[in-house]
C-alpha cells in the first residue's frame, strides 16, 4: 500500500515512524520547515520509554503534489491548516483512496452520514467549502487519538503517554476500509479499536479537550496547576457540564464519564487517566511555540451547536471570544502553521 501522513508534526510524527518501522508499506510524509529538513538529512526519531530509534520515509516532502495518488492518507493537521490543504488532499485520494482525519474537537465532516443525511459543510470549520466539496466526506474517515506527543526538536517526536486510537465511519457502518486501517495501526504497535458510533468518542474526549485546552491556553498554566488555583476547579467543572449537556441535546449521553472528566485535574492525570505531571494540552503547547490554537473545532463549532439545540452555555460563550482574541494574537505573529 502507499500511505501519506499529511502532516508530520508530533501526532504526524509519530504515527509515520511506527508505521514505518512496523509495517512493510511505502509511508511517505507531507512536513514542512525545519521538521522536513530534519527528517530528509537524519531521518525520522521516536523517542518513547521503551523506544529509541530512526526511520527513513519512502518519500518527504512539503509538496503533495509531487507523490503519487495514495492508497491511504492519514490528515493530520491541526484543524485549522485542513481547508487549505484541500486540493493537494483531494489530488492524493485521485486513484481512489480513502483519508482519515486525525483531529481533536469537531471535524468538517460532521453532518456527513447522520441517519443517512448527506450533510453539509460547516462555515467555522470549512469557510468555503473546500473540504467538503474537493476532499468529499464520503472518502473520509474519523479517528480519535489519545496519544501525547510532542517535537522535541526538528526531526525528533518523544511519546510520553497514552496509546489509543478509535476510527469510525462518518455513517457508523462496517467497512472494508475501515478495517483495513484498524488492521494497519494494530500492525504498528497501536492499540486501535473501530466504533460505530465515532460521533460519541468525539464527545467523550471533548469532555476533557474543550476545558482543559480553553483554561490552559488562557491562564498559561498546566492541566495540573488547574487544581491549585482557587475557584478554577469550579470553572473547570462547569464547563465540562456545559459540554455534556451540549452532546446530551445532540443525542450522545455520556453517563459516568462526566463525573471521571472533572477530576482530570485533580489528578494531575492526562486524557485517558494515565498519571503524569505537568500536562500541557495542545492548545498551550501551541501558544508557548507562537502558533496558532484550534479554536473553532474545540470549541467554536461546540457553541454552535450548543445553540442550535438551545443549551445554556456561559461559561464556553465567555471563553470562545477570549480564545479568539487569543488565536488573533498569536496568528499575528506566526511564521508557520503546525501539524498535530
Known amino acids: 500500500m502507499k500511505i501519506c501522513i499529511f502532516g508530520a508534526g508530533a501526532i504526524g510524527g509519530y504515527l509515520a515512524a511506527r508505521l514505518l518501522k512496523f509495517t512493510p508499506h511505502k509511508i511517505s510524509v507531507v512536513a514542512r520547515g525545519a521538521q522536513l529538513h530534519a527528517i530528509r538529512t537524519r531521518g525520522l526519531r521516536l523517542v518513547t520509554p521503551s523506544e529509541d530509534f530512526v526511520?527513513?520515509?519512502?518519500?518527504a516532502t512539503d509538496r503533495a503534489q509531487d507523490l503519487p495518488a495514495q492508497d491511504?492518507?492519514?490528515v493530520t493537521l491541526k484543524t485549522h491548516a485542513q481547508a487549505a490543504a484541500a486540493s493537494d488532499i483531494a489530488d492524493l485520494l485521485s486513484g481512489g483512496g480513502s483519508a482519515v482525519f486525525v483531529n481533536n474537537g469537531i471535524p468538517w465532516w460532521w453532518t456527513y452520514g447522520v441517519n443517512g443525511d448527506a450533510g453539509q459543510s460547516l462555515p467555522r470549520l470549512d469557510p468555503e467549502g473546500a473540504l467538503w466539496q474537493q476532499v468529499q466526506p464520503q472518502r473520509v474517515m474519523g479517528c480519535v487519538a489519545f496519544s501525547a506527543n510532542a517535537v522535541v526538536e526538528p526531526g525528533v517526536v518523544r511519546h510520553t503517554a497514552n496509546n489509543r486510537w478509535v476510527l469510525g465511519?462518518?455513517?457508523g457502518q462496517a467497512s472494508e476500509r475501515l478495517a483495513q486501517a484498524v488492521a494497519l495501526l494494530r500492525q504498528s504497535g497501536l492499540n486501535t479499536e473501530s466504533?460505530?458510533?465515532i460521533r460519541?468518542?468525539?464527545w467523550s474526549k471533548l469532555l476533557?479537550?474543550?476545558a482543559m485546552n480553553s483554561l490552559c491556553a488562557l491562564t498559561r498554566v498546566s492541566v495540573d496547576q488547574l487544581?491549585?488555583?482557587p475557584g478554577m476547579m469550579d470553572l473547570y467543572s462547569t464547563l465540562v457540564q456545559e459540554i455534556a449537556a451540549i452532546a446530551a441535546a445532540q443525542g450522545y449521553a455520556l453517563g459516568d464519564e462526566v463525573s471521571a472528566a472533572q477530576q482530570v485535574p485533580l489528578l494531575g492525570a492526562a486524557i485517558d487517566g494515565t498519571q503524569s505531571a505537568r500536562i500541557k494540552p495542545s492548545m498551550l503547547q501551541d501558544i508557548e511555540a507562537g502558533r496558532r490554537i484550534e479554536v473553532e473545532a474545540i470549541v467554536g463549532q461546540v457553541q454552535v451547536l450548543a445553540r442550535a439545540s438551545r443549551v445554556v452555555t456561559p461559561v464556553l460563550d465567555a471563553l470562545v471570544p477570549l480564545l479568539r482574541a487569543l488565536d488573533?494574537?498569536?496568528?499575528s505573529t506566526m511564521t508557520l502553521p503546525a501539524s498535530h
Open 208 to 210: 476533557r479537550n474543550a
Open 328 to 331: 488573533l494574537a498569536q496568528s
Open 227 to 229: 487544581a491549585v488555583v
Open 200 to 202: 460519541q468518542v468525539i
Open 55 to 59: 526511520v527513513s520515509p519512502h518519500a
Open 72 to 74: 491511504l492518507v492519514f
Open 169 to 171: 465511519e462518518p455513517g
Open 195 to 197: 466504533s460505530d458510533r
